[in-house]
């Protein structure tokens, strides 16, 4: 072959994975009571897919009166499920992880087409989650009198629960598996953009015959989330999505007796110490801010990297990214995938432009961005400060800030620099340095010679106004009980 012909010696031909695993009906009802039914007032809306930006479905959207509607059903619902021994409660849950484990390849499908997000991911990081989520509170169900919240500690009552886009079926998981582990009934609302994977959801709870109004699912905007978060006979809130809602949200319930957990924002700092290894160090810098295109509350987005080894880091670094893959996201070698929607597009756009006016230097991965759909090439930034917008702004995309640091404790400074506390990473061989700095992190997550793993077993959650309470691990049964 010439040499001439052959751009890369890692030209990968087209795997895509098949659409025809996935049924999606031409139009979905709002999951109340069991059943799938039409919005009170008639009203529909579209849901597209953001690497093609073709219309893949048509949803109901629930107004004021199908919360209310929802809420009622799972009222009625919760008598019977909370007096269900926990033992039994666990059978259904049990019975949805199988479901889950069965059609994930359906599921990850489906995910991928709603979402933009590589078929890989959805696949191989998002669905085994989703199912570790629920065998997980499957077996808490049972032993809720050792969680350590006292002798037969009770369930709140109706839990109203809205969920973001970037993990649509995995922040359901976090959110409905300890909800009814615990004896809740839930009333779900999924973002408006990526509706069809919780759709999809009500009917795996219709095949596991959990008992009707037990899980409620509403699609719809911003107003059906208000609705259901300020109902009165909603017992408990739990939200993970922007930290300017959650904030209106604390606002709404603030002299009620809910409970509420919120999970927010985050600028996750991802620290690299002079004696890391470089290339392990590229990698996890890599998974912390271009896995589902940065699209992650506790992404690395900013790389503190000890001056000594800046220049090498990046060097390597700008190397990596140039090798990465973005476009269909249904191809299995697909890297990179879609952005969410038009507007989050912009709102990345803007930031970029925004830092590189401040005089940030920007540096872009090269590389062909398809013509329709919602696409960002992998970006960096250097000569980035503290004063800087996109060092201190959440931009919720492939854009990564990197600032440097001489010594430890200048690390934890820049790191803690934030109005946010979700996450950070340690990178260094040194063991009594990497508990040394994550003790000085206020950061709900310190990851350690890696990024972005996530386990059920681990409590996740913020500090600052990167929000409060804990999902995952026995913590996260706090949230869904009378403690």
Request: glycine content about 10%; some cysteine; hydrophobic content about 40%.
């Amino acid at each position: 072959m010439d040499m001439k012909t052959q751009t890369s010696v890692f030209d990968y031909a087209p795997a895509p994975e098949s659409r025809s695993v996935v049924d999606i009906a031409p139009s979905y009802g709002l999951f109340i009571d069991g059943e799938f039914t039409e919005a009170a007032d008639g009203k529909v809306f579209k849901t597209v897919s953001p690497s093609t930006e073709e219309v893949l479905s048509e949803v109901a959207q629930a107004g004021a009166e199908d919360v209310d509607r929802a809420v009622k059903a799972a009222r009625k619902a919760f008598g019977k499920w909370s007096a269900l021994p926990g033992s039994e409660r666990a059978k259904y849950l049990f019975r949805i992880a199988r479901i889950i484990q069965e059609r994930s390849r359906e599921l990850a499908v489906l995910e991928t087409l709603d979402n933009g997000k590589p078929i890989k991911e959805t696949r191989d990081a998002d669905l085994p989650l989703v199912a570790a989520h629920f065998f997980y509170y499957a077996g808490w169900a049972d032993k809720l009198d050792h969680a350590g919240y006292g002798a037969n500690p009770r369930p709140l009552g109706v839990a109203g629960q809205v969920i973001p886009w970037n993990f649509p079926l995995l922040m359901l998981a976090w959110k409905i598996a300890p909800a009814l582990a615990t004896g809740n009934t839930v009333v779900l609302k999924p973002a408006e953009t990526t509706p069809l994977s919780a759709l999809f959801f009500a009917d795996i709870c219709r095949q596991a015959g959990l008992p009707k109004g037990v899980v409620n699912i509403l699609t719809g905007y911003g107003d059906a989330g208000a609705a259901l978060v300020e109902h009165p006979d909603v017992n408990k809130v739990a939200f993970t999505g922007s930290t300017a809602v959650g904030k209106a949200i604390a606002r709404s319930v603030a002299g009620t007796s809910k409970k509420v957990t919120l999970e927010l924002g985050g600028k996750g700092a991802n620290i690299v110490f002079d004696d890391a290894p470089i290339d392990q160090a590229v990698e996890g810098i890599v998974s912390g801010i271009f896995f589902n295109q940065g699209q992650v509350c506790c992404a690395g987005s900013r790389l503190l990297v000890q001056e000594s080894i800046q220049d090498e880091l990046l060097d390597s670094l700008k190397r990596r990214l140039s090798t990465l893959r973005l476009g269909d996201p249904l191809d299995k070698n697909t890297d990179i995938g879609a952005i969410n929607s038009a507007e989050q597009l912009a709102r990345i756009t803007a930031l970029t432009e925004t830092g590189e006016a401040e005089g940030a230097e920007r540096w872009t991965a090269p590389c062909d961005l398809p013509s329709a759909g919602y696409w960002f090439a992998p970006t960096l930034f250097t000569n980035v400060t503290q004063a800087h917008t996109i060092a201190r702004d959440e931009i919720f995309g492939p854009v990564l800030s990197v600032l440097s640091f001489r010594t430890p404790d200048e690390a934890v400074a820049k790191a803690n620099n934030s109005q946010y506390g979700l996450s950070a990473g340690i990178w260094t061989e040194k063991g009594s340095r990497i508990l040394a700095v994550a003790n000085k992190l206020r950061a709900g997550v310190v990851w350690a010679n890696t990024f972005n793993k996530f386990d059920p077993t681990s409590p996740f959650g913020g500090y600052k106004e990167s929000g409060f309470g804990r999902e995952g691990g026995r913590h996260g049964l706090e949230g869904y009980l009378d403690v």
